[in-house]
């Protein structure tokens, strides 16, 4: 296959320019988040609403008042039925999605600075609280469960909790400190597994874990963001300092980042600027800058997330919701390989053309007949057998990207449920707004256009009623009769 085709068409696999912004109606957004299949997005208001958008009609099929302050963390659980809010009001809210009613509430004492589902079980929550020890709530046999995630590491006594995160199996909870230590915890017992230390010790802000191989990133103070092999930071000695696999920073303006995302793959990694409405995406595996993607001059970036299954990025700025996209570009080539595109004008002999014609519009006697004649038993065989071949069109089917490694034997624990009952929610039913504009408008006292239902308990007397004029109405002339001849 043509290379130069394959590269115009295929190579790109992040953002390059704006698409459009989500209509919030007028709501100030602070963070957002996409559900496992990218086809919903939970956004968090600073007035502590909600907001659940169709990512493919881009419209708003859930709202509701969440908190009383600002949302700083979402979380979507597993199978997309249930929402975690974390608040500036020092609470945690669980919501069913479908019906907005709280499942679980739990409240701190100190502002929630992340909140997080275990993302192999919706009942184990952790949260982090400002300057506190990270909490594991735990719904076991319908009874909460409060844990404290404690660090007794020699000498770590002064170093608070910044960051954690979830391994993408929820095996693994692991913490980033305010000096660079990395802590890893067992995500059921809350045992330290390993505990080691970056090449600065610098304030961790995020981690970031792929949804795929088993890498993990982390966005530092020192404005550099660090890729690091998960697997091999379990192995190493305690207490360790460990060199980063790859290392990526802004070289010329020095940006530190807000907030950091990666591509479905781990491919390519986004650095939101913290100072200005910018995205950096690098190549991972050779660390290259290859795009930068500026928003309107002035707003400020509040956070970052990628799609995960498609090279599409959202940007919050400014209270407004930014999707940027690839840059479409008809290529018709791609449908006709013969096709040649003219950069202009060209002069072509008329039997040349009548050639071509004749020769496109040739058909043999026997090509749309499922019985040929002239043809061997065999190929009158295969013919038959793809015309009894049966296409389903209503069932559906989970796409092999979107299983896990340990679902691709069952690809069926990703189907719904067709009452939308149980089972995955991929998407969130909304009826349309009904109005029929072409409708003809009902006049005071017009008993023709009213429903029959209103002339049950109408006597004569009351129709007679209604048609005599209003008091102080004035009485329009009558034309005058034309007599007959």
């Known amino acids: 296959m043509d290379v130069d085709f394959l590269d115009r068409n295929y190579a790109l696999a992040y953002p390059e320019e704006h698409d459009c912004i989500l209509d919030l109606q007028g709501a100030n957004a602070n963070c957002c988040k996409f559900n496992r299949w990218g086809s919903l997005i939970a ?68 502002i929630v600075v992340s909140a997080l589902f275990n993302p192999r079980n919706d009942n184990q929550v952790v949260v982090l609280p400002l300057g506190m020890f990270p909490l594991s709530e735990t719904i076991v046999d319908g009874r909460p469960q409060h ?70 990133l982390t966005n530092s103070s020192d404005r550099v963001i660090r890729c690091f092999d998960l697997d091999e930071l379990i192995t190493k000695p305690k207490g360790a300092v460990v060199d980063q696999a790859q290392k990526l920073l802004d070289i010329v303006n020095k940006a530190a980042w807000k907030s950091v995302c990666v591509s479905s793959e781990g491919d390519y990694i986004c650095g939101g600027s913290n100072k200005s409405h ?3 995406i690098w190549e991972r595996n050779s660390g290259s800058l290859v795009k930068i993607v500026h ?31 690839q840059a479409h570009v008809e ?35 026997s090509e749309f007949d499922l019985d040929d004649e002239d043809a061997d038993e065999g ?63 009902t006049q005071p006292g017009d008993v023709l256009h009213k429903p029959v239902s209103q002339f049950d308990n109408i006597t004569s007397d009351d129709l007679e009623y209604r048609k005599r004029p209003a008091a102080g109405a004035v009485p329009v002339a009558s034309k005058p009769k034309k007599p007959k001849l």
Request: glycine share 6%.
């Open 379 to 441: 190929e009158n065989k295969d013919n038959l057998d793809k015309a009894e071949e049966e296409l389903d069109v209503c069932g559906l089917k989970a796409g092999d990207m979107l299983c896990s490694s340990d679902e691709e034997d069952d690809p069926d624990l990703l189907m719904p449920d067709p009452r939308g009952e149980k089972g995955p929610l991929w998407f969130i039913p909304a009826c349309p707004d009904m109005e029929n504009m072409d409708a003809p408008t």
């Open 147 to 216: 844990s404290v995630v404690t660090c007794d590491i020699p000498g770590a006594g002064d170093e608070g909790v910044t960051a954690i995160a979830f391994d993408r199996r929820g095996k693994y909870l692991i913490t980033g400190t305010s000096k660079g230590r990395l802590c890893i915890y067992d995500a059921k017992t809350l045992k330290l597994v390993n505990h080691l230390r970056q090449n600065s010790q610098q304030q961790i802000r995020n981690i970031i874990i792929p949804r795929r191989h088993n890498q993990l």
């Open 43 to 110: 956004v968090g208001t600073t007035d502590g609403r909600m907001y659940i958008v169709d990512f493919v009609t881009k419209g708003i099929v859930k709202h509701w008042t969440a908190h009383v302050q600002p949302i700083m963390a979402l979380s979507w659980s597993r199978d997309g039925r249930k929402l975690l809010t974390g608040s500036a009001d020092s609470t945690v809210v669980v919501w069913d999605v479908l019906t907005t009613i709280p499942l679980h509430k739990y409240k701190y004492s100190a």
């Open 278 to 280: 910018s995205l950096h």
């Open 295 to 325: 928003g309107t001059k002035g707003e400020l970036l509040l956070d970052v997330q990628w799609h995960p299954t498609r090279p599409i990025i959202l940007s919050v700025a400014n209270g407004i919701v930014s999707v940027w996209t």
């Open 331 to 365: 290529n018709w080539s791609a449908f006709a390989p013969e096709f040649t595109e003219l950069e202009e004008n060209e002069k072509w002999d008329a039997s040349v053309l009548w050639h071509i014609f004749r020769f496109q519009t040739q058909r043999k006697e």
